[in-house]
């Protein structure tokens, strides 16, 4: 290999560039992507014969029947790429197994309520119920924040934290997901960073990993979902993605001694943490039930109502997203070239599938 490309690898924090993790990690990406890229249109053949649409209005700016089962497609790139990794690679995989196996347990579990909330309407207390109990799953599987203040009480304030933590991402990323192409897009920029990120400590190689096979299903996702969309990801795309986001996100290294430590990893996920933050607030004031009025009061929708179209909002809200994966990136002191890196990525992988979507018109 030659020595400048071995040194542009040990930047983006592959340790070993003549060894094969990184090359299991770029093929779990690129098998996840082709997945989801060809499996999608199936899903949504199938979806339209059974029934399985959303009709536009609420929080959706959609209109008419779109099919809503492509987290399941989503899923099956997730899955299907790190299945192979493990028969092609198996001494790589074999060292995180019981990690992975926690949070595609968990994200398995979010998935499948989510997908009968699409279809049948489940109460949000019961949706409430359950991912507190993934994000119990999450913590006995040691995906967790440590707390190092509380004296005696730091094993319930981490507890707590991690609940927050876990499942506020799942459903911020369920609410931001009112425009096509909106909630994919900052998906897979997140993925992408908290991938860059984590490479760079060897005790996240199961965040690595599991965030290479999502960040490549939200991109062949993305070739069917971005406006006009074709289909939607629904609940069970967004509480997959939101689950997994917020598990890999912290799986290895967030110890804090202050609640405010968790800023720099919270810059990650920005847009969906600050949108549901002050939607939640407004809507406790108005006197109303956070997790049951859904409405168009996100800042997607406030963009629109300003006069943005469908295609400058997403772009505007994908813009800030990575401005602050990019500034998150920054404050964990990552090398210049990780940083410009996973914006190229970024850049390149959004503008592939925009073209694509293009041309097929």
Known sequence: MPPLLAQILRDLGVADPAGDGWKVVVLVFLVAAAITWQFTPRVRAFALRVGWADEGGGRRMHTGRLPNAGGLAVYAGVVGALVLASVLRPIVVDRVLIQLLTILLGGSLLLFVGFLDDQFGLSPWFRLAVQTLAALLAYAGGVRIEAAFGGFLAPGVSLF????????????????????????????????????????????????????????????????????????????????????????????????????????????????????????LRRLLAGKNPLANPGRDHLHHRLVARGLSTWRAVVVLWGVTLAANLLALYLQHLPPVAIAATGLISVLGLGFVSWRRGRAG
Do not use: C, E
């Open 161 to 280: 934290l991690t609940w927050l933590w876990i499942v506020g991402i799942t459903n911020a990323m369920n609410l931001i997901d009112g425009l096509d192409g909106l909630a994919g897009g900052i998906a897979f920029l997140t993925a992408v960073a908290l991938l860059v990120a984590s490479a760079q400590f060897p005790a996240r190689a199961a965040a690595t990993l599991v965030l290479a096979g999502l960040a490549g299903a939200a991109l062949g996702f993305l070739r069917h979902n971005l406006p006009p969309s074709r289909i939607i990801m629904g609940d069970a795309g967004a509480y997959f993605f939101g689950y997994v986001l917020a598990s890999a996100a912290i799986l290895g290294y967030v110890k804090v001694s202050t609640v405010f430590a968790l800023v720099p990893v919270a810059l990650f996920l920005a847009v969906p943490i600050a949108d549901t933050s002050m939607v939640f």
